[in-house]
């Protein structure tokens, strides 16, 4: 049989598989069988409702926002009012779609109830849920308190347990689902002044392993993200702390954390978007 000559590259870049690129002598070009493949994403995510938790800025608002951008409407909430209807606003203005913004705080298991009720008496159907809160303080282990402890199962951990248990029902019901669970490296591997990270992330993924196994047969599918460093106010905040605490520069403690990455940079919002947004596709489950 005769070899044909075919590339097939798949890099993650402004949008899931939005720089898929088949090299063909004979194929489409490349600008459009881009303009085929964004508009086969669309439509795979068209008419979808998806909730992203805390997604007021930073990489939930690029989350958000990119869902959006592909056809799904959104369901957005945050503490900060002020801070989450401009959001709402920009990603209605972006993408033309609906854009629901709720004000909640995730360690109220009463204002989850209400979120979830909400979008779901809104829109009749709840299809994605990406789970995504603000991070912990830096610190080590002899300087967090009990108080530390208490509050960061609640915010990171229990949060994704509340959410995960009122919209599972709904998703069963209609044999389709996405979870995602924004965790981080640390969950796989600790981190230096991130104890709390550390520690509950990790337990966010094997939640998320143990519910892949238990709700795939409904159609239901989860799945951990774990960004590495990503250039966010958060991850700043971070650099500040340890800065502080080692008595280095800002500058010079990312300057470590470029030179730990094989690309010698970190990774921007939307990159980490993109996975994300990948793993909601109704295309190829299997893979999912």
Not at 89 to 105: G, K, P
């Given at each position: 049989?005769?070899?044909?000559?075919?590339?097939?590259?798949?890099?993650?870049?402004?949008?899931?598989?939005e720089?898929?690129?088949?090299?063909?002598?004979?194929?489409?070009?490349?600008?459009?069988y881009?303009?085929?493949l964004?508009?086969?994403?669309?439509s795979?995510?068209?008419?979808?409702?998806?909730?992203?938790?805390g997604?007021?800025k930073?990489?939930?608002?690029?989350?958000?926002?990119?869902?959006?951008?592909?056809?799904?409407?959104i369901?957005?909430?945050?503490?900060?009012?002020e801070?989450?209807?401009?959001?709402?606003?920009?990603?209605?203005?972006?993408?033309?779609?609906?854009?629901?913004?709720?004000?909640?705080?995730?360690?109220?298991?009463?204002?989850?109830?209400?979120?979830?009720?909400?979008?779901?008496?809104?829109?009749?159907?709840?299809?994605?849920?990406?789970?995504?809160t603000?991070?912990?303080?830096?610190s080590t282990?002899?300087?967090?308190?009990?108080?530390d402890?208490?509050g960061?199962?609640?915010l990171?951990?229990?949060?994704?347990?509340?959410?995960?248990?009122?919209?599972?029902?709904?998703?069963?019901?209609?044999?389709?689902?996405?979870?995602?669970?924004?965790?981080?490296?640390?969950?796989?591997?600790?981190?230096?002044?991130l104890?709390?990270s550390?520690?509950?992330?990790?337990?966010?993924?094997?939640?998320?392993k143990?519910?892949?196994?238990?709700?795939?047969?409904?159609?239901?599918?989860?799945n951990?993200?774990?960004?590495?460093?990503?250039?966010?106010?958060?991850?700043?905040?971070?650099?500040?702390?340890?800065?502080?605490?080692t008595?280095?520069?800002?500058?010079?403690v990312?300057?470590?954390?470029?030179n730990?990455?094989?690309?010698?940079?970190?990774?921007?919002?939307?990159e980490?978007?993109?996975?994300?947004?990948?793993?909601?596709?109704n295309?190829?489950?299997?893979?999912?």
């Amino acid at each position: 049989m005769r070899a044909t000559n075919k590339t097939l590259e798949i890099p993650f870049r402004s949008c899931a598989f939005e720089s898929l690129i088949v090299h063909h002598r004979s194929s489409y070009s490349r600008q459009r069988y881009q303009r085929r493949l964004r508009r086969w994403l669309v439509s795979a995510r068209k008419g979808r409702v998806a909730i992203v938790t805390g997604s007021s800025k930073g990489m939930r608002k690029a989350i958000a926002l990119g869902l959006a951008q592909e056809g799904a409407k959104i369901v957005m909430c945050a503490r900060n009012r002020e801070q989450l209807n401009m959001t709402a606003m920009e990603i209605q203005h972006s993408a033309n779609t609906e854009v629901l913004a709720i004000v909640a705080d995730l360690t109220r298991r009463d204002d989850i109830k209400a979120l979830m009720s909400k979008a779901y008496t809104r829109f009749g159907r709840i299809d994605i849920l990406v789970n995504n809160t603000g991070g912990p303080p830096s610190s080590t282990f002899l300087e967090t308190s009990e108080e530390d402890w208490d509050g960061v199962v609640n915010l990171l951990l229990m949060s994704v347990v509340n959410c995960c248990r009122e919209v599972i029902p709904i998703m069963q019901k209609q044999k389709w689902g996405r979870i995602i669970n924004m965790t981080s490296f640390a969950a796989k591997q600790p981190a230096e002044r991130l104890i709390l990270s550390n520690a509950i992330r990790a337990g966010i993924f094997g939640l998320s392993k143990t519910l892949s196994n238990e709700l795939a047969v409904d159609g239901v599918l989860v799945n951990s993200v774990c960004p590495g460093w990503t250039l966010t106010t958060r991850v700043e905040e971070l650099a500040k702390a340890q800065a502080k605490a080692t008595g280095n520069s800002q500058e010079d403690v990312i300057c470590m954390w470029e030179n730990s990455i094989p690309l010698k940079r970190l990774a921007q919002p939307k990159e980490i978007a993109a996975l994300s947004h990948f793993r909601c596709v109704n295309t190829f489950p299997f893979f999912l």
